[in-house]
């Protein structure tokens, strides 16, 4: 397809659980973002990429979440040790590159943990 | 704090009125982007406006950027049913790799 795509819609995970969400962006776009909508903190800025590369991990909100990316596209945001805090719509973006283009955005991952 | 804090947060007109939302940011901009979301889900690019632009326009939506205000307006002309959604504002910095600093989002209801 032409857009953003997730995978996979949504996730139903125990606490304690690991779970991997994936995120293949618009062909050619060499910047990706991961981003989060929660109820309590509305949209938050997770991480970028680069290319392979993430110069702006700062968003990531603790050190059980990390992300990579390989091949200059699809990329891959891992939660170790899920916590009931984690439930949430994670959003993935592209866009050409970063300066001032626009971010196409994914349908997101609906992640809720019990 | 956030950027891109927008008023009023909740909205609900009938088809045919026109729609209108603010956006406030506290800091230098380089572009302010408008974003629809319907059902919670992936989010749609509306329209981008630059620093340097004072208004655009594309189809039923008219956006203007007062930088001296640090705030937007995005204006909905003849509201329909299927613009009920949530809409989002959306800053990037002058200096950065173009991340999005999101508002809370304006719930807009068209009541056919």
């Known amino acids: 397809g032409a857009g953003v795509s997730q995978s996979p819609s949504n996730k139903v995970t125990e606490k304690g659980k690991d779970v991997e969400l994936r995120c293949d962006p618009i062909s050619g776009h060499t910047a990706l973002y991961w981003y989060r909508q929660s109820l309590g903190q509305g949209l938050e800025f997770l991480i970028y990429?680069?290319?392979?590369?993430?110069?702006?991990k700062s968003g990531l909100p603790s050190d059980r979440f990390s992300a990579e990316r390989t091949g200059g596209s699809v990329s891959t945001l891992t939660i170790q040790r899920t916590q009931q805090e984690d439930s949430a719509v994670y959003l993935c973006a592209s866009s050409l590159g970063t300066s001032g283009q626009t971010q196409y955005f994914g349908p997101g991952t609906r992640l809720l943990v019990l | 704090s956030q950027q891109g804090e927008e008023d009023p947060q909740a909205l609900s007109i009938q088809e045919g009125e026109n729609a209108t939302m603010n956006c406030s940011y506290k800091t230098s901009i380089n572009n302010l982007q408008w974003y629809r979301q319907n059902s919670g889900r992936g989010l749609v690019h509306l329209i981008l406006?630059?620093?340097?632009?004072r208004e655009k326009h594309s189809g039923r939506l008219r956006v203007t950027l007062d930088t001296s205000k640090k705030s937007s307006s995005l204006l909905i002309t003849a509201s329909r049913a299927a613009d009920t959604a949530s809409y989002f504002c959306?800053?990037?910095?002058?200096?950065?790799?173009?991340?999005?600093?999101f508002g809370k989002g304006n719930q807009v209801v068209v009541i056919p």
């Open positions: 990429f680069q290319g392979n590369s993430a110069p702006d």
């Open positions: 959306a800053t990037t910095r002058r200096t950065g790799n173009n991340r999005l600093a």
């Open positions: 406006i630059r620093s340097n632009e």
